[in-house]
C-alpha cells in the first residue's frame, strides 16, 4: 500500500510540474506580489486569468512541436495535458471576457509573442536551426521569457486597475525582469547537457562560474533598485532581500547534473515562497 501511495504521488507531481501547474502559480504569485506591493485590492479575475493563460500558453510552447508530428501516437500523458491545457483555455478565455478592453489590447501583444515564440514564421537566414521561431534566435530565449513575465505581472494587473505607470512602476519591472533572468540561470545551467550549442545560452557563452558570478551582481542590483522606489517599506524589503539570499543560493549550488526537481519545483517555487512571505509580513 506504501509503495502504490508513493507511486501515485510521484505521478501527481510530475503531472503538476509537465503541465505547467507550478510554473502558472509562480506567475500568479508575482502578478499578487504587484498587487500587494501598490496596495491595490486584489482583483480575482486578473489573477485567474494570469494563471490560466500561462498553462495555456506554456503547454502550447512545449507540446506544440510534439503534438503537431506524433498526434497519432501520442502516450496517455501528453494526452491528458492537452485534455488539461483545452480546458485552462477554455477558463482563461472565460476569466479574459470579465477584464477591460484596455488590459485585453495589452494582453493581445503578449499572446503573439507567445505565439510566435513556438511557431516557425521567419526566414531561415535569421536562425541556426531548423525552427525558424522566435525561441530558436540565438540568445533570446531567457530574455523573452523574462520580457512576458515581467510584462504580465507588473504592467498587467496595473493597467486593469487604471494605476498610473511612474518611476516606482518602471523601477519595479525592471526588478521583474532581472528577476526573471537570473531565475532562469539554474535552469540554463541544466539544460548544458541538452541543449544544442547553436543556442548560445548564457553558460553556453561564458560558462558556468561565470554566469553564477554575473548572477549573483544581478541579483544585488535588484535590491539596489528597491531604494530607488519612493514606497518601498522596511518590512517588503525584508522579505525582497530574504528571497533573493535564497535566490543566490538556489543559483550557487545549481549544477548541470541536478537532480529532477532542483529547477523544476524548488527554484520554479521561489516566486510561491515570496508571496507567502509578504501574506505573512
Request: glycine content about 4%; hydrophobic content about 55%; proline content about 2%.
Amino acid at each position: 500500500m506504501y509503495f502504490y501511495s508513493m507511486k501515485v504521488l510521484k505521478q501527481l507531481l510530475s503531472f503538476y510540474v509537465n503541465s505547467s501547474i507550478h510554473v502558472a502559480f509562480s506567475v500568479l504569485s508575482l502578478t499578487w506580489i504587484t498587487l500587494l506591493e501598490f496596495q491595490i485590492p486584489n482583483n480575482i479575475n486578473v489573477l485567474l486569468f494570469v494563471f490560466f493563460a500561462t498553462i495555456t500558453g506554456y503547454n502550447f510552447v512545449k507540446y506544440f512541436g510534439i503534438a503537431k508530428f506524433h498526434h497519432r501516437s501520442l502516450t496517455n500523458w501528453l494526452k491528458s495535458i492537452q485534455i488539461f491545457s483545452f480546458f485552462c483555455f477554455l477558463l482563461m478565455a472565460y476569466y479574459g471576457l470579465q477584464l477591460s478592453l484596455k488590459t485585453l489590447y495589452y494582453i493581445g501583444a503578449f499572446g503573439l509573442v507567445t505565439f510566435l515564440y513556438a511557431i516557425p514564421f521567419l526566414p531561415k537566414r535569421l536562425f541556426l536551426d531548423k525552427q525558424k521561431n522566435l525561441r530558436s534566435i540565438v540568445g533570446l530565449k531567457i530574455y523573452l521569457i523574462a520580457l512576458v513575465w515581467s510584462g504580465v505581472t507588473v504592467f498587467l494587473p496595473l493597467i486593469e486597475a487604471e494605476a498610473s505607470i511612474n518611476e516606482t512602476v518602471l523601477i519595479c519591472a525592471l526588478q521583474r525582469f532581472i528577476f526573471v533572468v537570473v531565475l532562469m540561470l539554474p535552469f540554463e545551467i541544466r539544460d548544458l547537457q541538452f541543449d544544442s550549442l547553436k543556442l548560445s545560452t548564457v553558460p553556453q557563452q561564458i560558462g558556468v562560474k561565470a554566469t553564477k558570478t554575473i548572477g549573483g551582481f544581478l541579483i544585488f542590483g535588484i535590491y539596489i533598485l528597491d531604494y530607488f522606489k519612493s514606497h518601498s517599506l522596511g518590512n517588503d524589503r525584508a522579505v525582497l532581500l530574504f528571497v533573493l539570499v535564497l535566490l543566490f543560493l538556489f543559483l550557487i549550488f545549481a549544477r548541470v547534473r541536478q537532480g529532477k526537481y532542483y529547477s523544476a519545483f524548488w527554484v520554479e517555487g521561489i516566486p510561491i515562497f515570496w508571496l507567502l512571505l509578504s501574506l505573512v509580513f
